[in-house]
């Protein structure tokens, strides 16, 4: 095992990655505002208009503003990985005695670090303005943000494990994270929709990490708890094993 | 005792072949340079030895580690500095060293001490806390050479390490790579295409032209070999005579001059100059540059993909 994964190589990579998070603060307000304006600016308009179960619009959405925080920063930190290799610094770590997998947990942990930062930020604005929250419901809200953004850190290093260059990182927000987005549960209730968008929804995976944070923060949920939690789970070990897997395939020649 | 040892390595890139029977041993402490135009296979050898590519046949073995069953342990033995920077531009000249010194699992107060030591070698101590963006292409070269020591391995590979420097940061790192070499007792392997820097750093001097190494030897062997000394001559020549005397190596054509070379000519000059009739002549010492365009036929420019 300590040949597969080994803490030091872990420790290195999550140091670089939290360096690179403190010094580049610009990256840390540009990812937060469009949520911020997705509570704020729509949740505010349409709160009179709409209720939910006996919530606010806004507050209904809150939890699902929350997870397109961590969809939007995980993807997006995955897709950095293409940066890496462009200007070579991932060539250092490719030769280095460290182990793919190592390098994959490494990485994933850093965007996981960054996710959470960002969304304690967005809680305690949201704490003042839209829904208070207890230590138990941030806690468990952490916990599942932590599983939700290993789950998507994994998709994005995986796209970046295989794209060559940044061109494609505008395909890549309309065809997947937006889609992943607006197929969910994130903006209103899936019972309540269209078939075909709840059927879409319902195989897509961030769906569930939308529920099980509103059932934790508003206690509502669409799905059984247990349910999504199983999937959530599931697919989080599926696209990391995938990732692990692609990651082994990088190349260090060009 | 042998800290390179290869086996016919042969290396195809589909029809293109791009090492063929590789054999050299390389003895710990040298400086060994691979010295040929571009695409003539040295950065491939180089992968290959670093355990970053794998040879299509043949082996070798880096410090006693083969490079196809224990690459992990070739790692360890070896630092590398590439082509192109690999430096983490957004962290600070310390940093870089110190995620590195993390990734090879170093100590991490004897990695603190270490840091500062060869930060001070490579004089770059004073600007430790400076980001690497802002630094110029040869404290970047600088940087790297420390880093890929940081870990003390027994072999550092430079892949083309002057390439792109301007001629005073050229000898600077010349410096430094000699001042490694004697005070860290490193191997150093490096590839180039520049005559002056494989004949003023290298002990040993391997020529390789199209995946083939043609000559290996001291830079002082390989130039015996074609004289000391050679007469570029433009103008009328009496081959035949000259080439009748015994003090004479070899004559060849070079563009519109002949090259004659020689181990005495000071000496014999008189008797050359009777069956020459210079409109321009030049007597100088051999280089490297003249050893190379004797073996191949052509000077380095020319071969350069």
Known sequence: ?254 | MNIIETFNINKKFKDLKALSNINIKIKEGEIFSLLGPNGAGKTTLISILTSILKPSSGSARVNGFDIIKNPLDVRKSIGIVFQEPSLDDLLTARENLYVHSMLYNMESSYAKKRIEFILKTVGLFDRKDSIVRTFSGGMKRRLEIARGLLHTPKVLFLDEPTLGLDPASRRTIWDYVRKVKREENTTIILTTHYMEEADNLSDTVAIINKGKIIEMNTPENLKNKIGNEIIKVKGEIDLDSIKKFKFIDSVYKDNDSYIITSKEITKNLNEILRFISPESLEIKKTSLEDVFLKITGKKIEELDE
């Open chain 1, 1 to 254: 095992m300590s040949k597969i994964i080994q803490i030091n190589a872990i420790k290195a990579i999550i140091t670089r990655e939290i360096i690179v998070f403190v010094r580049e603060k610009e990256r840390i307000v540009s990812s937060i505002i469009s949520p911020l304006l997705f509570l704020f600016v729509i949740g505010r308009s349409l709160n009179q208009k709409i209720t939910i179960e006996g919530y606010t619009y806004q507050q209904f959405i809150f939890p699902g503003i929350i997870a397109m925080n961590i969809l939007f920063t995980s993807i997006r930190y995955g897709l950095y990985l293409i940066w890496d290799k462009r200007v070579d610094f991932l060539k250092e770590v490719l030769v280095a005695p460290i182990s793919r997998t190592s390098l994959f947990i490494g990485k994933a942990a850093g965007g996981v670090i960054g996710a959470i930062l960002e969304m304690i930020i967005l809680i305690s604005i949201g704490n003042f303005f839209v829904l208070k929250l207890s230590i138990i419901q941030i806690i468990l809200t952490i916990i599942v943000s932590f599983v939700s953004s290993f789950m998507i850190v994994s998709i994005g290093l995986s796209i970046g494990a295989v794209m060559k260059t940044m061109e494609g990182f505008g395909l890549i927000m309309s065809f997947i994270t937006w889609p992943m987005f607006f197929f969910s549960n994130a903006l209103f209730e899936v019972k309540s929709t269209s078939y075909i968008i709840m059927l879409i929804s319902r195989i897509n995976p961030f769906t569930y990490s939308v529920d099980i944070l509103r059932k934790i923060m508003l206690d509502y949920s669409t799905f059984k708890l247990s349910y999504s939690i199983s999937i959530l789970i599931f697919s989080t070990l599926v696209l990391s094993y995938i990732t692990t897997k692609l990651f082994e395939r990088i190349d260090i020649q060009k």
